[in-house]
């Protein structure tokens, strides 16, 4: 185990296009035990960062508490970020959102802290589509406290001290789809390759995007028996597409077979590519998500992917008809009515 | 049962059932006396339900100006059957028990001791409107046209009251009209009249204004500059959150492109409504949440990490009758200790405590300097009856020079300058660090805030040293909020006497009116009124100049009072409560019997502020 972090930079490493190096978008060395699959996510989320060009300073990051929510540590240095209290997270990033609507946010938290404690403010955000990143690291258990079994965990699921979980799970990409999120999307922190532009996508959505991220628990909860073990991830995914994130003035790269190709267009240009590998599901269709979520977990699948999307959605700010300054960066002259005014009211009180 | 005249000093109390729209027409009746030049203070006694419950307004009208509650009622118009028996009960001897005679009073509700004035308000409105509903309203406009007459209200001045509350409804005026005439003509033709308590017009309002604490909050946020409102509804304080949105949509429009300078999110608990306030705060902009003492104790978790991760926030406590859900629609000083030391923990916190609508709009509008100066959570501890009675109170007014004082703050370019940045480095030595807002700078001054042990860079830390040092600079932070908090007021010069007492809040009303009796009986006593937490040293000096002192405040437990002797090392034995805690605003009788209960052997009858049997309807 290291303790300190290498400033080292590889000869051949190059700036993006925003002008940084991927080592600006890292963050502290972790913590986390070796393995987690929280660190196989925070690497996601600097690739995703670096490869979007997105100047460091322009994200915010958030968390609740737990394992998961100490991983804002770990990458983004350069960001500023708010590690808040256990399951409240939506609320500190609704209010920092509201001050500053020209920033990124991107919120991480874990099944404790999102489908037990935090279940209202979780709830709550969805419905009012916050322009945020929403990533759920989804390990079934409360790691920091040694291994309990959290609100995701599968009926039959077993722990690691053997015993077995006879409560019904809360799917949290269900209750997003029922909760109004307007983009849905479950991935597992093994798989980079769909992790990294599902992140890049959510970034890029004017909404509430959630990600639920299966991410495997190596101390507590990757034992036989275990539901959200690497082994049984492994085993039962279902992947949804394969699936691209092309920036605004992007070339298309990838070309996928025709009739199962679906292009959706965000409003700043940007593409999203899915080469659906199931014909009956429309993913930017509610219902058609809902059901195919649905029927994956009737089949004991784990679907992932890009599950819904609503490229068309209004946010927050959008529907409180918000300044288009920033609400942080308006001064005094602005926001004081001044002496004159209080006379009219003064008069109206007498 | 005839006494001489009295002008301009009574106690009229309406007793109404809740949800009759009688509140609306007992509100005109106290423009017109405040119309009339003639200081006023009503009381909304409501219960906690939409329709059918009892409820009471009560009007203190004191040509000299004390706006704080006074036993003995000398007017009661008593239209709710269902209280009826208590309300006569509540009249003075020789006072007025003015009712509805629709349907005959029955014998055992006869008081011989005082005057049984009843007119037919109800046979009137059914005779002249055919609509239940509004027979309903314009019984109550009746009756106040009735009493108009009764004790030489202006009738003039109620009609121009009526018309100006239907400006933009003026089919409403004349029906309202004939119904103030009803009543008036009714008396005019069938009783003796002025009763020999009445009112005369008068200049003792001066340039004062009429509103509610509430209202004046929600405007003391739009001109602090706050743009980000989180909150929940909770009585008393839902009327903050509206007053904000009301003047906000009138006052905070982008003038080129109707958008708002401002957003407003019904959280859906008090937890996200603090949660969302602060992250505002914590990104830069000005926000704040309105609650009560419910709510207050919901959001001690996150009132512990803005304290710790020193992020500046507003709360505004409208206070009211607890424990737990308590008296909802009663008022109380009793969040005073959980605010001050609110969230597990060693914590401390700023309260500002406007006694009048003034300061409310004053101190709310100062809260927003002094969170982003100290970076820490900031209470205006209001309650339900600053909050949401109407008062009369000085007019508002703004210094437009002044600027708002966002506190130690550093861009990018100061950024630039420092050469090795800690966020929460004390190099002033004040014990207050320099944020950067997020955003600012693309390599310099980020931070994980956090409310986890941190050291002066904001970095996790264990080390025990590190985190002592953190928390022991927090109180040197605390102390210098006492430079910075309104300073208390005095009302000597020099001190007086020996003995004095100290209050805060609504309490000031009553105490005000103690010490005039006091002052007139020839035995004058020094007072204090705190306006803030922490306590400045001179409150310490104050006290320890005086023998005894009396603090009287709106609770059981003498919160203040506990405060005091624990930030102010005074010695608990000289310094004694008096307290009030039956929900209803204290008066100066309840002041003075406990002063006297202090002190037997002296003469108690002499300094009461009546002799009229005490009020017992509530």
Redesign the interface.
Known sequence: MSFVKPTFRHPTSTKNKAGFYKA?YEGRISTLCAGCGHDSINASIVAACFEMNI????V??LSGIGCSSKA??YYL?????????HG?M???????????K??IYLGVSGDGDSASIGI??F??VNR?NLNMVYIMMNNGCYGLTKGQDSATADIGSLSKGGSLNEFSPIDMVSLALEMGATFVARSFSGDKTQLVPLIKAAMAHPGFAFIDVISPCVTFNNNKGSTKAYDYVRDHIEVTSEFDFVPIKEEIAVDYPAGTQKSVTLHDGSQILLNKLNPDWNPTDRRSAMEKVQQARANGEILTGLLYIDAKTKD??SM?????T???????G??????S??DE??TA?? | MSEKIRVNDMVVRFANVNGTGSSSANEVFSKAV??MGIPVSPKNIFPSNIQGLPTWYEVRISGQGYLGRRDGIDILVGVNPESMRNDIASVRQGGYFVYDSTRRLHDDMIREDIHMIGIPMMQLSIDNYEIPRLQQLFKNIIYIGALAVLIDLDLDVVKSIISEQFEKKPKLIPPNFKALDLGANWVRENLDYPLDVRLEHSTATGD????DGNAATG?GA??G?A??L?WYPITPSTSVAKSFETFAKK??K?PH?G???????Q???E???????????????R?FTATSGAGISLMN??IG?AYF?EVPMVVVDVQRGGPSTGMPTRTQQSDILPCAYASHGDTKHVLLIPANPTECFEFTALAFDLADQLQTVVFLMSDLDLGMNIHMTD??????N???NRGKVLNQEELEAVEDYGRFKDVDGDGIGYR????????KG???????SHDPYGR?TEDGVVHAGEIDRLIRKFNTAKGLVPRPEYYQEENRSNEAIIFYGTTTYAALEVMDILTNDGQPIDALRLKAFPFQEEVKSFIDSHSTVYVIEQNRDAQCRSLLILELGIDPAKIKSILNYDGMPITADAILRQLNRYHPGTNSSANTVDNHQKSHAL
């Not at chain 1, 100047?55 to 322009?58: Q, T, V, Y």
């Not at chain 2, 708002?260 to 999110?265: C, D, L």
């Not at chain 2, 937890?271 to 902009?285: H, P, R, S, T, V």
């Open positions: 600006d100047e460091p300073h322009k915010v990051k804002p540590a240095n350069n960001s500023h970020g708010f590690n808040t209290v409240r939506p609320s500190v990033a609704t209010g920092a959102n509201m001050a500053n020209d920033l209202g403010q709830v709550h009012r927050l700010h409180l008809e918000t300044s288009d920033p609400l942080n960066q308006l001064d005094a602005v926001l004081c009515p001044g002496q005014v209080l009211i003064n009180h007498r | 405040f119309r004062k204004i009429m509103m405007l739009v001109y500059g743009t980000v989180a006052y905070r982008d492109t958008k708002n300078n401002f957003a407003i999110i959280a859906e608990d937890l996200a409504a603090f949660g969302m306030a602060m992250g505002a705060n914590w990104n830069g902009a926000g978790e996150f990490l991760a007019p508002l007014t703004w210094d437009n002044r600027q708002y950067v807002i997020p955003g600012t700078h693309p390599s980020a931070i994980l805030s956090r409310g986890t996790y």
